[in-house]
Nanobody, 115 residues
């Protein structure tokens, strides 16, 4: 099994930046997809950014050009650099990983963008 723990959330002013981190532990071999999702009350969980082994990345349309995902497989970490934050970015952000087609989710970290 794999455990995922997010950190780095908080309160940020519009236009500001924030860096989220996700640490994977447990049986962390051959994690294929690592990704960030976000969710607000009453809405479905939304893909923010995704990366797979080999370096391919995918971004949601609402964050393209502002967010950047990166991973460090040697440290079993994935990061989300968020720039030019908007109030609509306010959500709980969840770390995701899959291994042998089994999904793992973190507990989430709150990001609030407000002046």
């Amino acid at each position: 099994q794999v455990q995922l723990v997010e950190s780095g959330g908080g309160l940020v002013q519009p236009g500001g930046s924030l860096r989220l981190s996700c640490a994977a532990s447990g049986n962390v071999i051959l994690l294929y997809t690592m990704a960030w999702y976000r969710q607000t009350p009453g809405n479905q969980r939304e893909l923010v950014a995704s990366t797979v082994r080999g370096g391919s990345t995918t971004y949601g349309d609402s964050v393209k050009g502002r967010f950047s995902i990166s991973r460090d497989d040697a440290k079993n970490m994935v990061y989300l650099q968020m720039n030019s934050l908007k109030p609509d970015d306010t959500a709980v952000y969840y770390c995701f990983a899959d291994q042998w087609n089994r999904d793992y989710w973190g507990q989430g970290t709150q990001v609030t963008v407000s002046s």
